[in-house]
């Protein structure tokens, strides 16, 4: 927010205190008898108040280090009438001089004297363009430059001044008395009233006056009285006009400030540089933007009607962006600054985190050596026994699922020959969800089974990633404050969820799908084919003999599990990332009014969380981390295996002979992993997922970006410590992937 909407005011309101114009626009009215202020100094109480009292008058609204353009234009009049008047002062002092009706150290006097006077004023006004410290206490400067000069005006007075040097009086003087009350009246203006300054200046006018008057000048007593009593009565006006319009000031001060208090709508400080952003988004911080611009106005205008008219614009400025926060305004995404991503990145995110368009695209492919992930390929998946380490290890590894954020899924399936299963029939003893449900524990074991045999042998989209996701899913709800408003259909629903969130994947994105005119895309009309695909098959298998589940939910709970399932799964479609990103932020972060404990609330969380996690090796350790990645980008590479069989353009990071991994790694943590999981965490505000996640996730964007820099695309990238990653590939050989043929 800029300076001008805190709070500061305008130092053109000050003259809303002229008679006329105060009871014209109806001030008297509202005044507060009880404003906080010293009744007889006229200062506030509150040192803070009266610090941006002060700066609202003498300094900048943007930036209270330089000075206000009104204050600056008030400087202008005043040195403008200092100047002239000493200038006057020294050209009548000669003329006197040279006729000899004042002697030479009279016209020395006035000469030295003047001509400091001006040095220092103007001095002064240097201080006050170089120095913020000098500016904030022009006034006291100011006061001194005034004392200095009525110093002179009332020593500088013939009849006083051939007193004090003991020569003889002569009847010829610059007429200093009048001089005095205009000077008052010119501190009036630039001191803006200020009554105590005021005050301190005409007493001292008064008492300098009395003293040297009465003490050195050659006129009887009573003429110096009588001349003093009218000075007196001129400069007590002054006084008591000062506390009227100075007191008038803050009170217009107060009740703005108080206004403004009531008018604040507090806004968040999200320190995220996105480089993407939604339309959402946009949308959003063009309304706060037009509320900031709201908010001046607000400030300067002093007429009611038009304040209250400005203050409910702000109000439903204010519900039209929640009600965009609300809705579905994400359908344009775009670069806040293009040049800051990689064209490679771009196309990327293009071809798979944003809405699908039909258009050909053709990418240049660079002249670089064939690059492989390993060099080993196995022929056949490798069948592993139950247990290579013993129940009681396998027990002790599955109690860290949810609490361990590197729990290792691989060891679950080397141990036992599954993921899927195990997890879930391990989760549901674990929380009595059978019991809960009235589950028969044989129709569990069923569905899961036919859970886990409905994911394809893919390299990266199988059981293993499904358990994995599981695991993270959960290890979101322990490490935080979200299980305690979880229910147990919340935490079944959940295990549901996840574990079926890639069913059926067919180891090839969406937009090869469409593409390619498959009949999984003619069937969910180009919509989150894959995701609404997995959605149907997770019910589907329910339908199955022995396999239903959720048999014994109540009517009310079905369709709650049901829509929760669906909602959480179709949020996984990264065509729709940034849609589902923006929505998110703008909710829980910008306007901070998501609330879990509302059932469209919880799910909009619960449906992140499974998103997060299903990208949530990106966190993971480093030797996890980099086993999921030979795995992503294997799979990745089988498409554009099968892209360029038919002779279409390879999808961006899907040619195995071209792409650079540690860079398209990178670019995939920087511009997609990190913007969500800085979101996610910051609504989160855990200190655990904090240090375990998204630091990990820095280190590994840090390390794929040493990566990049240091070697070549060409190059392999993995350490020996990470050549067991091979493994994977022969548990999930890219030669037994089962993917049918696109028909076309």
């Known amino acids: 927010m800029s300076n001008s909407s805190r709070g500061e005011i305008s130092p053109s309101l000050i003259f809303h205190h002229r008679p006329a114009t105060y009871g014209f626009l109806g001030h008297e009215s509202h005044e507060d008898p009880a404003i906080p202020i010293n009744p007889n100094m006229l200062n506030f109480l509150s040192p803070l108040m009266e610090e941006k009292f002060i700066k609202g008058i003498y300094c900048d609204r943007k930036d209270s280090k330089m000075m206000s353009l009104e204050f600056r234009n008030q400087l ?8 002239l008047y000493i200038t006057i002062l020294v050209a009548f002092s000669i003329l006197l001089n040279s006729e000899g009706k004042i002697s030479d150290s009279h016209l020395t006097f006035h000469l030295v004297y003047l001509t400091t006077i001006l040095a220092i004023s103007y001095l002064a006004l240097y201080s006050f363009h170089r120095s913020p410290y000098c500016l904030y206490h022009c006034r006291f400067i ?25 020569e003889s009086y002569k009847p010829s003087q610059i007429p200093n008395t009048i001089g005095v009350v205009c000077w008052i009246v010119m501190m009036r203006n630039i001191l803006y009233d200020s009554f105590y300054l005021i005050a301190i200046l005409s007493i001292t006018s008064v008492l300098l006056f009395l003293s040297f008057s009465l003490g050195y000048s050659p006129l009887s007593h009573y003429s110096v009285l009588a001349e003093c009593l009218i000075m007196v009565l ?6 008591i006009e000062a506390h009227k319009y100075d007191y008038r000031s803050r009170q217009l001060f107060y009740r703005s400030e108080c206004e403004k208090e009531n008018f604040d709508i507090p806004e968040i400080d999200v320190d995220m540089q996105d480089v993407v952003k939604s339309e959402i988004e946009h949308l959003v911080s063009s309304c706060d933007s037009i509320k900031n611009d709201i908010k001046y106005g607000y400030s300067v205008v002093m007429f009611a009607d038009v304040k209250n008219r400005l203050k ?3 109000i439903e400025v204010e519900k039209i962006k929640r009600r965009i926060a609300h809705g579905h305004y994400y359908k344009e995404i775009r670069f806040k600054e293009p040049e800051a991503i990689d064209e490679e990145d771009k196309a990327f995110i293009n071809q798979n985190y944003m809405e699908i368009k039909h258009e050909n695209e053709v990418f240049e492919r660079s002249a670089t050596k064939k690059f492989t992930l390993t060099e080993e390929n196995a022929k056949n998946k490798k069948a592993f026994p139950f247990s290579n380490y013993g129940t009681s290890k396998l027990e002790s590894v599955l109690a860290t699922l949810g609490r361990n954020w590197n729990f290792d899924i691989w060891f679950i399936y080397n141990a036992t020959g599954s993921s899927v299963f195990v997890i879930a029939k391990y989760l549901l003893k674990k929380w009595k969800l059978n019991e809960t449900f009235s589950i028969a524990e044989n129709i569990s074991d069923l569905y899961f089974k036919e859970m886990e045999s409905s994911y394809k042998n893919n390299p990266y989209h199988n059981a293993c990633h499904a358990a994995d996701v599981c695991h993270s899913l959960l290890f979101f709800y322990h490490q935080t404050t979200l299980h305690a408003y979880l229910s147990a259909l919340d935490m079944l629903s959940s295990i549901i969820a996840a574990l079926g969130h890639d069913v059926g994947h067919p180891a090839v994105t969406n937009r090869y799908l469409i593409n390619n005119k498959d009949e999984l895309a003619f069937q969910y009309n180009d919509q989150s084919v894959l995701e609404n695909m997995h959605c149907s098959t997770t019910f589907t298998m329910m339908q199955k003999q022995n396999c239903n589940i959720l048999a014994g939910l109540v009517s009310a709970d079905w369709f709650k599990a049901r829509k929760l399932i669906i909602e959480m799964i179709l949020e996984t479609d990264m065509s729709k990332h940034f849609e589902i990103l923006g929505r998110f932020k703008t909710r829980a972060v910008n306007l901070s009014d998501i609330d879990i404990e509302k059932s469209d609330d919880k799910m909009i969380i619960m449906a992140m969380g499974l998103k997060c996690s299903d990208i949530g090796h990106s966190a993971k350790a480093k030797d996890l981390h980099e086993k999921w990645t030979q795995l992503v980008c294997e799979e990745f590479f089988n498409q554009g295996d099968f892209e360029k069989q038919k002779q279409q353009p390879v999808s961006m990071y899907c040619d195995r002979e071209t792409t650079n991994i540690p860079k398209s790694q990178a670019g995939f943590i920087k511009n997609i992993c990190l913007p969500l999981f800085e979101v996610w965490c910051n609504y989160l505000k855990s200190d655990v997922v904090n240090t375990l996640v998204l630091e990990q996730m820095k280190k590994n964007l840090a390390m794929w970006e040493a990566k990049s820099k240091g070697r070549r695309a060409t190059q392999k990238f993995y350490s020996d410590d990470t050549k067991g990653s091979s493994d994977l590939i022969r548990h999930v050989s890219a030669s037994n992937i089962q993917l049918d043929k696109p028909k076309i």
């Open 142 to 166: 100011l006061v001194a430059v005034g004392v200095l000069f009525l110093i002179y005006l009332i020593i500088g007075d013939e009849r006083v001044l051939t007193g004090l040097i003991s």
């Open 312 to 314: 409910n614009a702000s």
């Open 76 to 83: 202008m009049v005043f040195y403008i009438y200092l100047t």
């Open 234 to 239: 001129f400069l007590g006006l002054q006084v």
